[in-house]
């Protein structure tokens, strides 16, 4: 885990200082601010990247690029805690004084020792109930954190490799293609029509460009343009890469760091019932005192008959079944919201958002599939609809002959591919590149293009990528022996 430090003073000469830090993802002098050439011997490294020895010798210096595991306590600590409510203490303490006079008594009394299993039991039940929802929710709240991939390409000693992403250090060069997950915070070097999904750091799951250009020095590095950071992913285009920040140095790293130190507050839920419980144990209490007293007033019965009466009675005051029931129904709301792919990691947390009355969110992006549509194509002055939403190639173009060759050209002058459903089904119809790209090519298969079969007749030999002065995307394909082009770009 490291940080590069790019200060810059009388003695640059002497070269970058790298320095280690756990805590903190800043640059005094950013590498957003040097020209791209400058970047590779800021970082001490250059564009062959860095020697298989010296990346060995900065992993054992800076150690493994991967987050801090989350501190939880053990399970059977966990599992002790749903014996801290107050109704589960009165209980157990009610068993053990029935446990007792069972013993102390003789004859012994077998209905106290099952009044004491009966109690114990559901105190029992309510806490494995207790325990089993908020550990399953908790284990499924730590596949959210598998964000950052298993291994990356880079170049080292001037050769692509792969390598295991928790091996990545400052100095390496990353290559960039669509599609790749990005596994540390990186200084874009190189970037053909480059593009990042950046949903994991902002919520917008909208694409952004990138550029190697340098910003200046009032941006920040998470605002800058020639940055990618860990946990986001390429969406288009390809391009290389300097790291210049690893573990929990990064700016994922930070997030992480501030969500783990946040303390737990009690939902009103659970401060609600932590009121009742105090007032109907003490009440429990109190009125099997009463009942104690009175019974050894009347001088009527043993000692030990008089005191199970009062733990008989503290039982029946004492909701007991209450946890249970409210462990079940927060859980049936837990299994609603998941249908409707929400995650709750804390049972309570389903009532807490049922009190729920203004939520502010920025919508974009965040609450919409984010899946681009083409809804009508237009050819020689004429509209042709197109049916079906998202990706999913259900639907059909209207006259689809009159468009279908305008539409197979848009398809194979792209770099996005229609991606199917994965055989255990937890993944749709996908894209993989530019959305906007990748509605073209559904649309394309709407209307009985086989992109497939049509980019082996017509492989791609060379392309031109977009850009802002071109506003167009040139393809160069051989076809039947000569050559075509394909373009598309922006209308104006």
């Not at 001037?158 to 669509?178: K, M, N, Q």
């Not at 920025?362 to 681009?372: I, P």
């Not at 079906?388 to 194979?412: F, H, K, Q, T």
Request: hydrophobic fraction near 45%.
């Amino acid at each position: 885990m490291a940080v590069v430090d790019l200060r810059a003073g009388p003695d640059e000469s002497a070269g970058p200082r790298v320095t280690t830090s756990t805590t903190e993802a800043e640059l005094s002098a950013p590498v957003t601010t040097l020209p791209r050439l400058e970047v590779y011997p800021a970082v001490s490294t250059s564009p062959r990247g860095l020697t298989p020895e010296e990346a060995a010798a900065r992993l054992e210096r800076y150690g493994a690029n991967e987050l801090p595991k989350a501190k939880r306590r053990p399970i059977i600590f966990r599992f002790l805690a749903q014996f801290t409510d107050l109704f589960a203490v009165v209980l157990i303490v009610a068993s053990v004084i029935t446990f007792l006079s069972y013993v102390i008594q003789v004859p012994h009394d077998v209905g106290n020792l099952q009044l004491a299993i009966a109690i114990m039991g559901v105190v029992l039940l309510n806490a494995v109930i207790g325990f089993f929802q908020e550990y399953s929710a908790e284990r499924t709240a730590e596949a959210l954190q598998a964000m950052v991939p298993k291994s990356c390409r880079v170049i080292r000693g001037g050769e692509r490799v792969e390598v295991p992403a928790r091996e990545l250090v400052p100095g390496d060069v990353v290559a960039l293609e669509a599609g790749d997950a990005i596994s540390a915070d990186c200084r874009v070097v190189e970037a053909h029509d480059l593009s990042v999904n950046n949903v994991a750091l902002t919520g917008e799951s909208d694409p952004v460009g990138r550029t190697d250009d340098p910003v200046p020095e009032d941006v920040e590095a998470i605002e800058a343009r020639n940055c990618i950071f860990m946990g986001t992913s390429v969406v288009t285009g390809t391009g290389k890469a300097v790291v210049f920040a690893t573990g929990p140095a990064t700016e994922f790293g930070r997030i992480f760091r501030l969500t783990s130190e946040v303390a737990e507050e009690k939902s009103p839920l659970q401060r609600e019932v932590a009121i009742m419980a105090k007032r109907v144990s003490v009440a429990a209490v109190a009125i099997g005192a009463v009942m104690f007293a009175l019974r050894e007033t009347a001088g009527t019965t043993k000692i030990v008959d008089s005191f199970i009466f009062a733990v008989g009675v503290m039982v029946a005051l004492v909701p007991e079944g209450l946890p249970a029931t409210l462990s079940v129904s927060l859980a049936i709301g837990v299994r609603r919201m998941a249908r409707r792919s929400a995650l709750i990691k804390k049972l309570t947390a389903v009532e807490a958002l049922g009190s729920t009355t203004v939520i502010c969110t920025d919508k974009t992006g965040t609450l919409t599939k984010a899946e681009m549509t083409v809804q009508a194509v237009w050819a020689s002055g004429q509209r042709h609809s197109v049916s079906g939403v998202g990706y999913a190639p259900e639907g059909e173009v209207e006259d689809a002959d009159s468009v279908r060759d305008l539409l197979r050209i848009g398809a194979l002058c792209a770099d996005a591919r229609l991606l199917p459903p994965t055989p255990d089904g937890q993944e749709g119809w996908r894209i993989l590149g530019d959305t906007t790209e990748g509605a073209i090519v559904v649309a394309a298969v709407k209307a009985g293009v086989d992109v497939d079969a049509d980019a082996e007749k017509a492989p791609r030999q060379a392309e031109f990528p977009f850009d802002s002065d071109r506003k167009l995307m040139s393809t160069i394909h051989r076809v039947d022996g000569g050559w075509e082009s394909y373009v598309k770009g922006s209308p104006q």
